[in-house]
T-cell receptor
Framework: KQEVTQIPAALSVPEGENLVLNCSFT??????LQWFRQDPGKGLTSLLL?????REQTSGRLNASLDKSSGRSTLYIAASQPGDSATYLC???????????FGSGTQLTVLP | DTGVSQNPRHKITKRGQNVTFRCDPI?????LYWYRQTLGQGPEFLTY????????KSRLLSDRFSAERPKGSFSTLEIQRTEQGDSAMYLC?????????FGSGTRLTVV
C-alpha cells in the first residue's frame, strides 16, 4: 500500500527566500508524481506532473525533482512571494484505478 | 472548457438528512474520481469511474454513500442519513491520461 509523507508540516519564510518542500513515498513503482497547491477552503490546483522517466520538471519559479530509487520528490520554489502562501500537496498514483495517494501537505507562509 | 465543476460549493445539513453533490468533469475525460478531505489532511480516495462504470470503491465508502455516473458524463455522490463525521470537503477529479484535474470541491457541514 502506497504511503506518502511530507516534511515539514508547516514552514514560514521571509519573502525572497528560496525553499525546498519534501515528499517521500514507500512504493517506488509509480508512473508519475504530481504536486498541487491548495488555498484555504479551495480545491486543488495542479502545479507540476513528473513522469517516472523524468528526473525534473520546471514551471516558472517552481522546479520538481523525482528520485524513484530513494522514494523522494522535492519541490523547489525560487524567490518566494507572499502569494505563494498556501498548502502544497504531493500525490502518487496507485492501484488499478491509479487513484492518488496524498501526503498531509506542507503549509507554507511567506512573510512580506 | 471550464475545467471540473462541482455543485454546490457549500452545503449545511442536519444530521440524518440525505445530501447529493454533482460533478461535471472535463468533457473528454473518461476517468472520474471522488475524494474526501478533512481539515489538515490530504484528500482520501473514495471511488473511481471509467466512463459510466464504477470500477473501484474505497473501504471509506460506507453503505450510506452511493455514486453514479450515468452515460459517462456528470457524476453524483449521495450520502444518506448524514452523520457529523461526514463533515468534510468532497473533491471530484477527472483525467484522460496521467495526472488529475480537480474541481473546487463541495464543503459539507453536518449539524
Amino acid at each position: 500500500k502506497q504511503e506518502v509523507t511530507q516534511i515539514p508540516a508547516a514552514l514560514s519564510v521571509p519573502e525572497g527566500e528560496n525553499l525546498v518542500l519534501n515528499c517521500s513515498f514507500t512504493d517506488s513503482a509509480i508512473y508519475n508524481l504530481q504536486w498541487f497547491r491548495q488555498d484555504p477552503g479551495k480545491g486543488l490546483t495542479s502545479l507540476l506532473l513528473i513522469q517516472s522517466s523524468q528526473r525534473e520538471q520546471t514551471s516558472g519559479r517552481l522546479n520538481a525533482s523525482l528520485d524513484k530509487s530513494s522514494g523522494r520528490s522535492t519541490l523547489y520554489i525560487a524567490a518566494s512571494q507572499p502569494g505563494d502562501s498556501a498548502t502544497y500537496l504531493c500525490a502518487a498514483p496507485s492501484g488499478s484505478a491509479r487513484q492518488l495517494t496524498f501526503g498531509s501537505g506542507t503549509q507554507l507562509t511567506v512573510l512580506p | 472548457d471550464t475545467g471540473v465543476s462541482q455543485n454546490p460549493r457549500h452545503k449545511i445539513t442536519k444530521r440524518g438528512q440525505n445530501v447529493t453533490f454533482r460533478c461535471d468533469p472535463i468533457s473528454e475525460h473518461n476517468r472520474l474520481y471522488w475524494y474526501r478531505q478533512t481539515l489538515g489532511q490530504g484528500p482520501e480516495f473514495l471511488t473511481y469511474f471509467q466512463n459510466e462504470a464504477q470500477l473501484e470503491k474505497s473501504r471509506l465508502l460506507s453503505d450510506r454513500f452511493s455514486a453514479e455516473r450515468p452515460k459517462g458524463s456528470f457524476s453524483t455522490l449521495e450520502i444518506q442519513r448524514t452523520e457529523q463525521g461526514d463533515s468534510a470537503m468532497y473533491l471530484c477529479a477527472s483525467s484522460l491520461g496521467p495526472g488529475h484535474t480537480f474541481g473546487s470541491g463541495t464543503r459539507l457541514t453536518v449539524v
